[in-house]
């Protein structure tokens, strides 16, 4: 008979602010390995790879980034009523299934592998004023500043946009401050701003496509059925969203870790062929997002509980990708690891990261030219991080020194 979630008694974990990201680690790690699921401050933690997994290929949940505005509280016409409001990482059924069938096969990674040689140039004219200098606070100098000019070369926005988007990114990141009262107008100008860029970039690939996602993202068909001008607006929000300060912030991770590992950095230096590899390992180990949510769109009854309508849940991919049933020596890192389940990092199920190649392609890059470049790569200072409750997550401050001149 099964029970109702509310009624059982479970193990509670809260965000201690106080803890640091180790210490949270091994407290998730040691949580998962009893429980599958605790009581987490909006709603339950899930801890196990398993239950993670089947419960993000469970498309009775659905995301719960659609609620971002009802938590807060916040309710305006002008928010909801904007038709890019519709963002595919938060429409559900068959909406959502319409759109991901005409949109992935843009996504490939033949499509991920045109970029590789763009990301290898960013990424040098990124590291040669500090490879002259011999040190570096990576986050601003490189980290922050290398996603902006592959989502336009990827959207197809000339040189001379970098800096709008760039700024365009920050107003529109504010959606996960929090603060949606104070931020919402501020997120809607720039919302509209990037909308009428666009929008005119739209009509000229529209008269004369290009070698880029917009060009297939508008030319991409299934059955018939083509995006409209709004859902390739919203699209173009949504990568710009998605795939911004996720792979900025997973590129501090992994630098932070090799600093913190030079065996393991000297291992990338040495085999370069490990800069894949290396991208698993770090983003199993420190991933820059720790976890997703998700909420029951009707009664759903799972391992014997019953979880009412509405109920939230909160799948810990920290917990998952350190469970001890799938990782041997979870809490080592270790870039030569291989042959293990995939780690939880860019989600699982219908809502399964659309742009895994490309960031992969991102950080490969990024590592091999790194680990060329930097050698002897050491910490120079204190990292500082993100307060981990942040969705998105990884170093403020990275200060790093390494030897000059390559
Ligand atoms: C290291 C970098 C990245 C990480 C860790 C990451 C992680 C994720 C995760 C966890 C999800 C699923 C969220 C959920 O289930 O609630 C997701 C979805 C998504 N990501 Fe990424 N992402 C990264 C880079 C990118 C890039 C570069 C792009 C852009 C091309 C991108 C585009 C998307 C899109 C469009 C979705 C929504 C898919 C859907 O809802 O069907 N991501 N990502």
């Given at each position: 008979m099964p029970t109702l979630i509310n009624d059982v008694d479970l193990p509670v974990v809260t965000?201690?602010?106080?803890?640091?990201e180790a210490e949270r680690r091994e407290q998730l790690h040691r949580l998962a390995h009893d429980h599958w699921i605790a009581k987490g401050e909006l709603g339950y933690v899930i801890t196990s790879h398993d239950d993670c997994a089947s419960m993000l290929r469970d498309r009775r949940w659905f995301s719960a980034l659609s609620l971002i505005a009802g938590m807060q509280n916040y309710e305006s016409e002008e928010w909801s009523s904007r038709?890019?409001?519709?963002?595919i990482l938060s429409t559900e059924g068959e909406d959502h299934q319409r759109i991901r069938r005409i949109v992935s096969?843009?996504?490939?990674p033949k499509s991920a592998d045109r970029l590789r040689p763009f990301m290898r140039a960013v990424v040098n004219e990124l590291l040669d004023p500090i490879c002259e200098a011999?040190?570096?606070?990576?986050v601003a100098d490189v980290c922050e500043p290398y996603p902006i000019p592959i989502i336009c070369e990827l959207l197809g926005?000339?040189?001379?946009d970098w800096e709008l988007f760039s700024r365009l990114a920050v107003d529109i990141f504010r959606?996960?401050?929090?603060n949606l009262a104070e931020d919402a107008p501020a997120i809607i100008a720039a919302g509209d701003e990037m909308d009428a860029y666009m929008l005119n970039l739209i009509a000229e690939r529209r008269s004369e496509p290009r070698d880029d996602l917009l060009s297939d993202l508008i030319s991409a068909e299934e059955e018939g059925d083509r995006l409209s001008t709004d859902e390739l607006l919203s699209m173009a929000n949504a990568i710009l969203l998605a795939g911004t300060d996720t792979t900025r912030n997973q590129l501090a991770c992994a630098v932070a870790l090799f600093a913190q590992h030079p065996e393991q950095f000297e291992l990338l230096r040495s085999d370069k062929n490990l800069a894949s590899q290396a991208v698993e390992e770090v983003m199993r180990y420190l991933?820059?997002?720790?976890g997703t949510g998700r909420y029951a769109s009707e009664e759903i009854v799972y391992r014997d509980f019953i979880f009412p309508r509405g109920t939230l849940i909160f799948p810990s991919f920290v917990a998952a990708n350190h469970d001890a049933e799938k990782f041997h020596e979870p809490l080592v890192f270790d870039?030569?690891?291989?042959?293990t389940v995939p780690h939880l990092t860019f989600g699982?199920?219908?809502?399964?990261?659309?742009g895994a190649f490309l960031a992969r392609a991102e950080l490969q890059e990024a590592f091999s030219v790194i680990a060329n470049r930097l050698p002897?790569?050491?910490?120079d200072g204190e990292i500082t991080w993100k307060p981990?409750?942040?969705g998105i997550w990884g170093p403020e401050h990275l200060p790093i020194g390494f030897d000059r001149g390559h």
């Open positions: 965000t201690d602010l106080s803890l640091s038709p890019q409001r519709q963002s096969p843009a996504f490939t011999g040190h570096s606070e990576f926005a000339p040189r001379e959606v996960f401050n929090g991933g820059a997002v720790r870039i030569t690891r291989e042959g699982s199920g219908i809502h399964y990261c659309l002897n790569l050491k910490l981990l409750q942040n």
